[in-house]
């Protein structure tokens, strides 16, 4: 493909491989990492997507967001630590368990929505917007909401920017050694130079390089 990666099949048994049957489409990508300070670097790695369009998702998008998918451990955090003053569900049934559950998740939706837009008003990325100061911020504003049409609009202009105000610094470039304290993984051991370690010299997607 233009970028790079290039097509290739899935199958579930070496008969169906060799009959060409049950076969999964999917795309591969090939990169390294030039960057000397970085785990992995000058080794070939492979990420396997079903996104096969390459203008639509190009290669280098996929591997910053693959690499980005640890995400969701702040995700989990913002869910369970902030958004909840409470880290237990009130809820006595399954049902109601369900039901608590899901306002939890839309409201988290509405939330990063709020920040999302915020971003946009300013230019910068998402990331860049305090999850915290966005709750405080709406939970102060949400008594203001007047029930008419015009001025939800105008309360919610206003609410957006005042989130945008709500900045924090882009985050540093920083990695940690793979390995445990213990040896009972397929992890090196921890020793004493893992300690302190290099940090990257520039960010994830400047590091990247396409293999063609």
Known sequence: MPDGSYLAKLYPSAAD???DRHGLLVRLIEYTLDDPQRPGKEERHRLLTTLLDAELD?????VCLYHERREEEITFDELKTHQRERPVLRSQTPAGVVQEVDALMLAHYLIRVLMQEAAATQNIDPQRISFTGALKILRCRLPEC????EKIQQWYQRLVQEVAEETIPPRRHRINPRVIKQKMSKWPKKRAHHRHPPQPTKPFEESIVLCH
Do not use: I, K, N
């Not at 190009?58 to 996929?62: G, M, N």
């Open 146 to 149: 007047a029930p008419e049409p």
């Open 17 to 19: 491989r060799r009959r």
């Open 58 to 62: 190009p290669a280098r998008t996929l």
